[in-house]
């Protein structure tokens, strides 16, 4: 694929995106940081999925420049194929500009990778997160930026994107992470083993046939068990996520997307 | 003078394919490398990361963490649950991971350690690198016999006659090189079950595991629980169960040499040690690229296996033709098949003279075992094309000295 063609894949996709969101106005979930979104991703799908919302994720990683609007569509890649890339826009178009098309409620839980200085705000420029997640601010995928700090402030215009009512998930075992907290004027819940963290990882036990944990929920002070079959700690994260999300959506599906269709 | 390696033989594989390198129009049916190229989007991948210059330096030692954080969500795919951060590495193919992994759990004489642990069960017949392999951790070959008979099953029997107490390890190959055969769920526990009771670690080297062809041989008769059992899907077993996987065959990537073990952190944090001292690391371009081969290359996969099974029932068919000269168990995984030599034994001297006579390079069976001894290892693996030619020059060879049926007795 020549980068004229692709160029021009990308900027049709973003825009059927951008349309196809309008459209159906769904609440959006986005988790970023440079490890651990996966299984953050899938926790926070599995969280909302037990109370009954209709909820979508992204196909493997389609989470940069073309992958993540072919997530928003829920369209496959064209691979190396000229022909499979038109199909793909074919399709893409009659998602858009279908008459009477059903108006699906539903959640998209995306994630987001940023490989580049600035890489987020074309992201951003597709889709704003109600509800951002931020793992971990690491070396992986830095060859482009200076230092990690030149990653964090990426995840920074994330935090400042946030709609109205949003709410910020963060990692407080993350000093970067951490330090987004204050540039939120939106909800923020904290989360790890952290001290100050409001989802508090107290104890972990490792066992033959996973991992049981004891997290306290500050400021109730209330304590859960929680067993995952998954062994590392980076499950005890997604613990921790698929908490809050429970936690943070108590109401009925077709009230919480009443709610959120009369929002400013 | 060289004293670890004067036992340790160059693997009759390699040294049929040498001879073969040297007459002019062969036919290779010996080594066990697919026809295919590497699928373009795995080299895409890998060229993408050759451009984005991250492919200089060494990785981590455990490999790069997008890597294995890939690894883990493939192997969850299959009921597998390991911690990318302290439970895989990723390795320079599977016999580099096979061979840290002896390193690691055998216990020789000289380490006058307070139990010596330096014999590694194999089955008759298995990979000819094994032995090799085992030898040059410091450890003794045991081998344990399959039955040709009951379709290269377990002899339980003689395998529980061979678990000592110097026992270190059972290695099983499965689906099993180079009968193809596939261990049924109910063995491979069976196994496992003697095996913890005797603290003895099992090494299952499962790269043929996606070139599975029937469900009956998984002891699955319902098409819907077609699925490969692994012993490393039972979490309890974990302490055991050191899994190794090559991207080898599966992506045909012989040549990037890039493969992965997984076991729980205990053994995983003991076999890096190993892992170091031999590699520092596997290949950091072949680590970007199986990344794109672990993301989205399971469409090539699939076109493999299809033309896998195509090939073993061509190769089968061709067989056939010759119930004189050859009989065989009909492979339900791999990409080999392991005919016995009808009336002679000696399959080194037929694996020479097929060569010669016919410009056909096979493997001899011995090179697998005793077990193996007398039979043959066939590759289909390549195309159809050499197939047609070499199993033609067979054909042709045992017709024209004794008519139409042929005899092995004629090499």
Known sequence: MNNFFKLIIQFFLKWCAKIYLWQIKPHIIVVAGTTGRHWIKEAAAEALKEKNFPVRTNRKNFNAEIGLPLSILDLPSGEGSFRRWLNVLYRAAGMVFRPNAPILKQFLVLEMAVDRPEGINYLLSIVKPNTLILTTVTMIYAENFENLDEIALEYKKLIKALRWNGLAILNFDDQRIKSLAAFSDKRVISCGF????????????????????????????????????????????????????????????PDFFKQIRTEP | MFFRTKNIKLSPIKQM????????????????????????????????????????????????????????QKLAEDGMHYDFEKEIIVTAGSIEAITATLLTVIQPPEAKSHRVKNEVILFSPSYASYPEAIKAAGGRPVFANLIEENNWQIDFKNLIKKINSRTAAIIICNPNNPTGAIFPKDDLLKIAEAAWKKKIFIICDEVYKDFVYDSTAMGAPDVQKLKFFSLAQIPELRKIIIRVFSLSKVYAMTGWRIGFLHSDEENVSEIVKIHDSLVTCAPVISQYAAIGALDFADKEVGTFRTKYQERRDLICRHLDDLPNVFSYQKPSGSYFVFPKILKLKNSLRFALNLLERTRVAVVPGIAFGPSGEGHIRMSFGRSEKDINEAMKRIKDYFVSVDGSKGKASNL
Not at chain 1, 207 to 231: A, C, M
Not at chain 2, 27 to 51: C, H, R, Y
């Open chain 2, 17 to 72: 394919e040498l001879l073969a390198s040297k007459i002019p129009d062969v036919v290779s049916l010996a080594q066990g490398i697919p026809s295919f190229d590497t699928p373009e989007i795995i080299k895409k991948a890998a060229l993408k990361a050759l451009n984005r210059g991250v492919v200089a330096k060494y990785s981590l030692t455990y490999g790069l963490p997008e890597l294995r954080e890939t690894i883990e």
């Open chain 1, 194 to 253: 952290s001290g100050e963290a409001d989802f508090q990882v107290k104890n972990i036990k490792k066992v033959s046939d996973g991992q049981e944990i004891k997290l306290q929920i500050y400021p109730s002070n209330q304590i859960r068990l929680i067993k995952t079959h998954r062994f590392g700690k980076h499950h005890v994260y997604a613990i921790l996520v698929k908490e809050i999300i429970k936690e943070s959506f108590q109401i009925s599906a």
